[in-house]
């Protein structure tokens, strides 16, 4: 017997798709195997590491515990999609090593900018407590989130 798909539709980074996906599907798992955008990583399955942070209807969710039924009619913007300044404020800070967490990050800074512009030292760190990053050590994570709000 066959997979069952199901159509789903939504805006994706600003434009409307349509996916035929397997109901049981994440939204992660529609991302990258679906769609094959592949920003969105998966660190952990299990929404323990922030990896896959995306932004639903502007806030942020982890796309591994989130169905693609979820999704449906709504809108999600993954690292692609995200205000190119907080990327390149990653770089320029050096706050990259393996990378791997970055993606989740730069979403996860994207939502703190939504409700905090100019955030206090303490919402940044209050914010990473839902992203792990084994290589940094966070200080230039912290630093490049203040960047990208100019503070
Ligand atoms: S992959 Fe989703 S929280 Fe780790
Ligand atoms: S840079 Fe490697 S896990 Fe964060």
Do not use: W
């Amino acid at each position: 017997m066959g997979v069952i798909l199901r159509e789903f539709s939504f805006k994706l980074n600003g434009q409307p798709v349509s996916v035929k996906a397997p109901p049981a599907y994440t939204l992660l798992e529609t991302l990258r195997y679906v769609i094959r955008l592949t920003g969105t990583k998966d660190g952990c399955s299990s929404g323990d590491c922030g990896a896959c942070t995306v932004l639903l209807d502007g806030r942020a969710v982890h796309s591994c515990l989130t169905l693609i039924s979820h999704v449906q009619g709504r809108e999600v913007v993954t690292v692609e999609g995200v205000d190119p300044k907080i990327v390149k404020a990653y770089a320029s800070e050096g706050a990259v090593q393996c990378g791997y967490c970055i993606p989740g990050l730069v979403v996860a800074t994207a939502a703190l900018l939504r409700e905090h512009p100019k955030p206090s030292t303490e919402e940044v760190r209050e914010m990473l407590k839902g992203n792990l990053c084994r290589c940094t050590g966070y200080v230039k994570i912290v630093k490049a989130v203040e960047a990208a709000a100019g503070v």
